[in-house]
């Protein structure tokens, strides 16, 4: 975009008009329509159908030139050829923001096509997304532009977690994905084609957004390098971003040019343009999920001592691995911590780090070990492995946990494996902000990478 | 162990005695045998306790010495100085298998009286398992002898993998993981310090064993190298073997040695050693997990060419970037593939690999483009992604995939991502074995893997 825009209005919008609302079910602007009326979206709503006096039971308008009252969002669903027309009624009616979900534009060729909607963006200064793209979701606006049924997707809880993704597959898995998780999403933006908003403009917008804390990412390329990278350095200075970039290599650069007519670019320099962004990458989906969980709620360590209690050996043998691969350290417990432990432990417990406190640990031997290990000044961060399935483990350990964690102003997060039990504990834990891992690698990395991050922003914001 | 023994009666015991079998709600002898008697066992019980005449409404008797019936196992769960004393009795009484279940032996630096064990099971030549080990579990056989609350723990179904895990706690823990997966269980086998019976012994039977199809292996330490590699060597050619080891770091490696004794020794050497015995190694348990999956339904691949045909570009993007790095090749459709495909989908669809079928294929569109690739001669293994975030994506979506699947001599992998409505989707797909991926760089890497494995046995069994 070539002016700079608030793009509050996209986001959290008091009137919505959708263009092509269908009276079909199953069509995108029917979907779209509906799943504003249930969703509990209490501003106005304008359904636009040349077709139809009333859809969904709502008054039902020829032309956005027919509403008569401010708009500030636009969602326009209709065929590609017929979307600059609807621009042009737009302008003339003083739309405030556009999302253009239709695809058929530069992806399959037709950059003409492309290029008329974006001049006709400019010529009356409107901000708009897309086209090839989801839109834009609020939960806090309770503001949703996505085509998908509601039913194939569970939405994510309201908090500070924002997505942004070029690509609407990626980007309505990873909600449901983050749905099962304890924290919650501020804003969703999947931007398509980057015609007119691009990644600059929304990161420009995010980094100034009280709502979020965290920007998470999915990108195939980028417009405009310089600006993406000056723009970056500022926000990971306010708060992280967690990138994945999709064409990594060669055959995926080639996959994405033909999906949104990314130039993918040499992955290398994208991946140094990162790193001195002080981005964290994700490799995997599941990783993107798990670095945002852990910059969603975990403080930034002070260094990079880790100490590990445990139920379950092999899992603590394994951290102790995963701490070492990932650069951390396993910490040495202070004088004072030993002789605790000393008193507060079995006879066979070894007092070491990992502390394997065995199998029938119940939430006395935990309450015991957290008392004495939270409060070491030799210990930067806590790993708490719990695994459910032990004769010892169950919803008392998992209070007990969370009442530690309330008082913490270190890291601590937990690792619990398994399944139905294990989950029930999870999302108990996660609810109160105490985020649980699943495997000792996940959790190790997202240390690494918290602690990667408080380096930077140490580095970094002192210049 | 000194000599050769079969394992088959520990495994399908038709008589088992509980040495320690208490009427106490909770202590572990309590535990097993009531696991035994709520899992359907229907073979003989003997409950042994010095202190009572009935337990679970069984008779209950003082020693082994006074059942006077064949015992194919005894479960020993008695405090570790009580169990050389049991041991001979069992001894005497002519037990054919022993599980000691018991900790509190070389893990806590009691090496002479595991020493003592070991000399009392070599005198009456009894394999015995353990100590300080969750011992054996056959679904098939509904036998038992983890002392795991039940409802903390979900079981897997009866399957062609069998798990044989050194710490009881990653057993348990992967147990109840692949209890969420379509494949199920041969058998479990926790076998702690290793004092008689060890990986050599293990790997011996279950090469061997008929129901299994896929051996799984945590490992800590191994104590006869030579004779491992040997035997893993000639299992390899018969069998995948799917391999984590703990103690891979320095540190990790002291934490393994105080849990079950092991000297983890460098594991550039167990490394090495696991390859050349044609291994398939796990640096997580998700991977752990993900490759048994593999090897537990896909035939052997016959190259490295692989099409990926999808419902969401980006997720097509980023498993592009997954099979490129890891080693395998995006493949190119035959002129035939390319005809049909470009008769049967809409225009919008560029006919290249990956084939972005949009987010409103259906399962016509998917029939379509699985009839045209499935036959195609250029390509050696195929992965599905069905993103049922999506309007076109439904059961019978599923149902089309599995119907091609069961005709299919190729690997077929599904990749779907998401929560409810696709984990519910992905039962009914692995129930008929189609494996379910949740991530791109998980089913690149399985099928990498599998590829791996098929080279491997081609380069050997020729020799």
């Known amino acids: 975009m070539d ?47 040349r077709n139809a006096d009333m859809v969904s039971g709502l008054k039902a308008y020829k032309s956005v030139l027919d509403i008569h009252s401010s708009i500030d969002l636009a969602v326009i669903a209709i065929p590609a050829e017929f979307v600059p027309a609807a621009m042009e009624e737009c302008g003339k009616a003083k739309v405030k923001n556009i999302v253009v979900v239709s695809g ?26 897309g086209p090839n793209c989801l839109g834009v979701m609020d939960p806090r606006a309770r503001s949703d532009t996505m085509f998908l049924p509601t039913y ?10 924002s997505f942004v993704s070029q690509s609407g597959a990626v980007g309505s898995t990873v909600l449901d994905m983050i749905a099962k998780e304890g924290f919650g999403l501020s804003k969703f933006i999947s931007y398509g084609n980057a015609a007119h908003i691009d990644e ?3 990161i420009d917008y995010l980094m100034h957004d009280e709502e979020t804390k965290v920007i998470v990412m999915y990108i195939e390329g980028v417009k405009h390098g310089r600006e993406f990278f000056e723009i970056a350095r500022k926000a990971t200075l306010k708060k992280p971003i967690v990138v994945i970039k999709g064409g990594q290599t060669a055959a995926g650069a080639q996959a994405a040019s033909s999906h ?37 709620s975990e403080p930034l360590p002070n260094g990079k001592r880790v100490a590990v209690i ?17 650069g951390l350290d396993v910490a040495e417990y202070s004088e004072q911590t030993k002789k605790e432990l000393r008193k ?9 780090n990992p502390l394997d406190m065995a199998g029938d640990a119940d939430s006395k031997r935990y309450s015991d070990a957290m008392s004495a290990i939270s409060k070491d000044p030799n210990i930067d961060m806590l790993i708490v492995i719990t695994l459910f399935q032990t004769p010892g483990a169950d919803s008392s350990v998992a209070a007990k946990l969370i009442s530690y964690k309330s008082a913490m102003d270190k890291p601590m997060i937990v690792i619990s494996t398994g399944s139905d039990y294990t989950e029930m504990h999870k999302i108990m834990m996660e ?23 408080a380096q930077y922003r140490n580095a970094y914001s002192k210049k």
């Open 344 to 352: 507060c432990m079995p006879s066979i417990v070894n007092i070491r």
């Open 260 to 296: 949104t007519a990314s130039l993918a670019g040499s992955y290398e320099s994208y991946d140094a343009m990162f790193r001195q962004a002080g981005f964290s990458i994700a490799k995997d989906l599941s990783e993107l999920v798990y670095l945002a969980k852990i910059f969603a």
């Open 152 to 161: 194939k997707l569970s939405k994510p809880k309201i908090g500070g977690v």
């Open 104 to 129: 058929g534009f530069a992806e399959v060729g037709a950059t003409e096509l492309q290029d008329k909607m974006v001049n006709i963006a400019n010529k009356y200064k409107i901000p708009t997304l």
């Open 3 to 49: 002016y700079k825009a608030n793009l509050h209005k996209m986001l959290k919008p008091r009137s919505v008009a959708i263009i092509g609302a269908s009276r079909n079910p199953g069509k995108v602007g029917n979907v779209i329509l509906n799943n504003y009326l249930d969703g509990g979206y209490d501003g106005k709503l304008y359904p636009v159908n």
């Open 310 to 326: 445990t139920n379950g050996g092999g899992t603590g043998v394994l951290t102790t691995d995963a701490i070492s691969a990932n």
């Open 431 to 453: 609810s109160t902000g105490l985020p649980v891992y699943d495997s000792p690698n996940a959790a190790a990395r997202s240390l690494a990478e918290l602690l990667k991050y």
């Open 200 to 202: 600059v403009d929304i």
